[in-house]
């Protein structure tokens, strides 16, 4: 099972810009894509985006949509989630995690594998 460990996470003034990183242990035939999610307290987990490895094809959630960027970098197992405005509601953990299957998918139950998360702050 893929190991991923999630970094790049701190406080940032609303307006501002912080970027992620989750590294996975290994990116074989098997790793279709990987997720980020998010989850503040009291509130369910959110999902933020996912990439898949092959191809590079994206899927955004509606509440970062144009302010939010996924890419990868395959030669160093690394996906990325660059965060743009970031506004107070964006403050949560935020978690990267590995699915195995395609199609690319939106729900936490569809990923095997999750990182011990990050946690991302927004001041306003």
């Known amino acids: 099972q893929v190991q991923l460990v999630e970094s790049g996470g701190g406080l940032v003034q609303a307006g501002g810009s912080l970027r992620l990183s989750c590294i996975a242990s290994?990116?074989?035939?098997?790793?279709?894509?990987v997720g980020w999610f998010r989850q503040a307290p009291g509130k369910e987990r959110e999902f933020v985006g996912s990439?898949?490895?092959?191809?590079?094809?994206?899927l955004y959630g509606n509440s970062v949509k144009g302010r939010f960027t996924i890419f990868r970098d395959n030669a160093k197992n690394t996906v990325y989630l660059q965060m743009n405005r970031l506004e107070s509601d964006d403050t949560a953990v935020y978690y990267c995690?590995?699915?195995?299957?395609?199609?690319?998918?939106?729900?936490?139950?569809?990923?095997?594998?999750w990182g011990q998360g990050t946690q991302v702050t927004v001041s306003s």
């Open positions: 995690a590995s699915a195995s299957v395609g199609p690319i998918a939106t729900m936490a139950r569809q990923y095997d594998s």
């Open positions: 290994e990116r074989t035939g098997s790793n279709y894509a």
């Open positions: 990439i898949t490895w092959s191809a590079g094809i994206t």
